[in-house]
């Protein structure tokens, strides 16, 4: 069984969709890249699946016993998150959350796995500082490290990169590459780079005017990944 499956899915606010009849499967092990035009329902599709927006149509079934509290998801920062005045270690921390149910305080274990994704992703260092006085890159570690202490099976990244240098931008992909294929943590990323997309992904979602979801190999021979790629990838 998929470890994520989308049925017939329609996806919209206030009654309007802006993505019809959409279906598609996410294998344990996969890497997919979600690529397509500004407003195509890229974003949507993602919190969607997390639960925060409910399908106009279809249905999402989740497999493998993966619980949709169990899905770790790493947001498009604002400016206002990016001044928020906590320590690393506390916002790593509140990854633990979906983990207390009813306990009105973090356990043990809660704390020795943020301490263990602190680690993970080099923060040591950082992990009483406060979170706003960090680079770019440094928060979104913490970002990382914080969506992995929810999860053990799958990563939903929404433009991860985004206002990063390239250098910064060539460490975060090689982090995720490595948490998808080291520790077998299935990931799902919307992407406006084409090329990273096409490099570090096993397969590929585009979503707009054409659809696709297979191997990138099937893409980047399929009419769309063809029609894309002529275009440079534009407003991807």
């Known amino acids: 069984m998929a470890l994520l499956s989308c049925q017939d899915l329609s996806l919209g606010y206030e009654g309007k969709a802006i993505l019809e009849n959409l279906s598609f499967t996410v294998d344990t092990g996969d890497y997919l890249c979600i690529v397509g ?12 699946i997390l639960g925060l927006i409910h399908p106009l149509k279809g249905k999402i079934v989740t497999g493998d016993g993966l619980l949709q509290q169990e899905i770790g998801y790493l947001p498009q920062q604002t400016l206002v998150q990016r001044d928020f005045p906590a320590s690393v270690y506390e916002i790593v921390l509140s990854g633990c959350q979906g983990r207390k149910g009813l306990r009105p305080f973090y356990s043990k274990a809660d704390k020795e796995l943020a301490w263990k994704n602190i680690r993970r992703m080099e923060l040591v260092p950082l992990a009483r500082r406060c979170y706003r006085e960090l680079s770019g890159g440094q928060q979104q ?8 202490c929810a999860t053990k099976k799958l990563l939903l990244l929404d433009e991860p990169v985004a206002g990063l240098d390239p250098k910064v931008t060539a460490e975060m992909y090689q982090l995720i590459s490595d948490l998808n294929r080291k520790d077998g943590i299935t990931v799902v990323m919307i992407s406006h780079d084409l090329e990273a997309a096409l490099r570090c992904a096993t397969h590929i979602l585009h979503i707009g005017a054409r659809v696709y979801c297979g191997t990138v190999e099937g893409y980047l021979q399929s009419e769309t990944g063809s029609h894309w790629m002529a275009k440079g990838g534009a407003e991807a």
């Open 37 to 48: 035009e500004n407003g195509s329902g890229k974003t949507t599709l993602m919190k969607t």
């Open 141 to 148: 570690r913490v970002l990382l490290a914080r969506a992995l």
